[in-house]
């Protein structure tokens, strides 16, 4: 929403002095914890004093974030090309299965979250001013922001999903089929993300952008503050912020924790039951592939909570006391960058799991580029060919 032009100081005096909604450290913070800075400078950073910071100083600050900045490049250009490979190669015939599905959706959420992630570094490179630019603000409000939100949220949603259909197939093989997970995929995970961006649609209420007029360098820009419906109804607001902290992040990874335990558990279980038991080729054949997607599924399931944990511990940190913005906004900086480049790391994870321990998968990730050399050898080859055609032509 784009407001009449205003003053600096008369947005601040509009809705009770609302403050103009800018974080610290904004870059990479995909979070709904929009925390309004009290003053802000031309960098769009706080103005506040070195003394203040008892833990990281500003000198450190800024070395630890241009090492962050370098790594969250290069976690970006390593993990989304890996991520694509997981949905090309569980799109393949023989890889297809209600397991299948759900990593589909779980790394094509993965690729869309790595996509928001590089866009808006790009647009922070690019962008000339961009904490008073309206469109750097509106794609950050809307993809960041939110969808980024949804997309990270609602993986860890289909991930229990996941580690819950692998549990099953594990503790009851023969009621595979029967298992609601397993017989509708693709409607448990499309409500996985329906309730998801759903729940989290206030955040597309809460924040508005105004434009402004600076007297100092006597232009117009453009700063994000909260709207009038988000202060008449703050406490609802916030009631869905916290319940969608508490039930899509933290629930959701320590219910992937005990999933993953049981899982580890009826493994053993089943391992100890069939030991002595005869079985046919087929059976024996298709019993060890069951156990290897599931070895490979709880192993990438480790991994991806593992690297999530920091990311919600932070933001729960961020919650619980507010000097982790206010007097430790160093540290508040530097662990959101150290947080997210995790997050990034976990999303790559999926591929060297499934690559290591996973026979099928590896086997249909060479078929798959074997196809894909061959295909661009014959491009190649064909272009070749059409070019001497052209040559000879015009001789």
């Known amino acids: 929403m784009l407001c009449a032009p205003l003053t600096y100081g008369e947005a601040l005096e509009t809705n009770d002095k609302l403050s103009i909604a800018i974080l610290s450290g904004i870059a990479g913070n995909f979070s709904e914890n929009q925390s309004p800075a009290q003053d802000v400078n031309k960098s769009g950073r706080p103005d506040v004093s070195e003394e203040i910071f008892h833990l990281i100083s500003n000198s450190q600050r800024e070395l630890a974030e241009r090492i962050q ?18 949905v090309v190669v569980f799109l393949q015939k023989n890889m297809r299965s209600a397991t299948g599905t759900y990593v589909i959706s ?5 690729v869309f979250y790595l996509l928001i992630g590089s866009v808006f570094f790009v647009l922070e490179a690019v962008v000339e001013d961009r ?18 939100v949804v997309a990270r949220r609602g993986s860890y949603l289909v991930m229990c999903l996941v580690s819950a259909d ?7 093989p023969l009621h595979v089929q029967t298992f609601w997970l397993s017989k509708y995929p ?10 998801t961006a759903l729940w989290h649609s206030y955040l597309l209420t809460r924040t508005k952008i105004v434009k402004l007029w600076d007297e100092k360098r006597e232009i117009h820009v453009y700063k994000p503050i909260r709207t009038d419906l988000y202060l008449r109804n703050k ?6 912020s916290l ?7 933290y629930i959701t990874l320590a219910m992937q924790i005990v999933l993953n335990v049981l899982t580890i558990w009826a493994l053993r279980r089943h391992s100890m039951a069939t030991k002595h038991v005869q079985t046919s080729a ?27 944990l920091p990311y919600a511990v932070h933001y729960l940190v961020y919650s619980l006391s507010p000097e982790y913005l206010g007097r430790y906004s160093n540290l508040y900086q530097v662990m959101t960058s150290l947080t997210y480049n995790l997050t990034l790391f976990g999303c790559g994870i999926d591929f060297v799991c499934f690559l290591t321990l996973s026979t099928s998968y590896r086997k249909t990730f060479l078929e798959v580029f074997s196809r894909f050399r061959e295909w661009t050898k014959i491009k190649r080859e064909t272009e070749q060919e059409t070019w001497a055609d052209n040559v000879s032509r015009d001789s």
Do not use: H
């Open 69 to 86: 900045t370098i790594l969250t490049y290069l976690l970006l250009a390593v993990s989304l090309p890996l991520t694509i490979c997981n």
């Open 106 to 110: 779980l790394s094509s959420a993965q």
């Open 131 to 148: 904490f008073n630019n309206f469109w750097y603000w509106a794609f950050y409000l809307y993809f960041p922001a939110y969808l980024g």
């Open 166 to 172: 692998r549990l099953n197939a594990v503790a009851r």
């Open 186 to 195: 693709v409607r448990s995970m499309a409500v996985a993300f329906l309730v």
């Open 235 to 240: 406490e609802l607001n916030d009631g869905f």
């Open 243 to 249: 319940g969608a902290k508490i039930v899509l992040s």
């Open 282 to 308: 087929n059976e024996n054949k298709q019993r060890q592939k069951e156990r290897a997607l599931t070895v490979t599924i709880l192993a990438s399931t480790i991994c991806y909570v593992t690297l999530s």
